[in-house]
């Protein structure tokens, strides 16, 4: 029997001050119970453990995406998790064994941003304009992508990041047309709000593609989309596509990425986001890749980093906005709260979130 009620892994610097005091909000509601034992630790799960390997986990853990379930913790009664993290594909697999949530709402307007940062910075010839400052030349320079209505952007991936990244692309001027394998089930939910095509029409037409899809590893799925934008996809593209991605790199292979950016079939990249990426940390840090698409990876950080190519990248930071560090331990509390609620048995939304 563990001492402790639930345990928060991973939780660093602000986020562990905003588990605190969303703790004692929700008790103070009477959504919680007031002797709630619980402990928010920056370690990983697996680091805990190691340290203290005779200690028992509650039925009721949250943590981000570094953080590895034993497996004699799944066993027997059924656990619940809280991956305090949008994506949920480091946990899909568990959906048959666990109660699995993930945080759906708290950075859906960092994310979104962050696609519309990228946009600008590679619409907009950046790192091309900024070294033109070295010398102030202003005569040789590239003419930069003007954001209209006859640029056609779609989003793939129309949840409530994607919505809400459609939403932004339009209030910029653009014409924004939506892929998502649920259009149907969405039609109903948006209504007219969004124009869908299909994935083969989008390749061809559009100026601008921003991926917001969840990952989905497992092959028999109809979400399934591990290299979804292949290079055969990809190259069907109009020359100069701008493509953006903001929620994980195994759904678009860098190798195939640079050799596009290369062949000028793609004009502007935005990253956030890189195929696995506690490797690819690993190669940025000194290690050698071994793999392409990290040893591709590589190089488009470079280049953006020297200002060599219209690419952008960040660490995987687009959820880390001033309000989404806040909401992120807000809604963490808020699936707990629903699994009292629910008599420690379930949450209220807990995958699978979508019907295969």
Known sequence: MSDYDVIHFEALGEEAKHLEEETALAQGKDELPKDLKYLILPETLQEFMGKNPNAALPYLVTTKTHSVLPQDYLSGAKKSVITRSAGYDHFEHLAGTANIASLRLYCVEAVAQTAVKFLYAAAGCLNHYTENTRTFERNKSLSFMELNPKRTAAVFGVGR???????????????????????????????????????????????????????????????????????????????????????????AAESGLLELFDKKIIGGLGLDIFTDENAFAKVVRGGAPDRPDHAAAKELAERALNHSANVYVQPHQAFNSDIAAGSKAREAIRHIAAWYKNGKKHFDEQLPYYKD
């Open 161 to 251: 990041i994607g919505k809400k990244t459609y939403d932004l692309l339009a209030a910029n001027d653009l014409t924004v047309q939506a892929v998502d394998v649920r259009e149907e089930e969405l039609k109903g939910l948006y209504g007219e709000s969004v124009h869908f095509v299909a994935k083969e029409a989008a390749i061809k037409n559009s100026d601008v593609i921003v991926n917001t899809m969840n990952l989905t590893k497992n092959p028999k799925s109809r979400f399934y989309n591990v290299n979804y934008f292949s290079k055969e996809y990809l190259l069907q593209a109009k020359p100069g596509l701008i493509f953006i991605n903001v929620t994980r790199g195994e759904i």
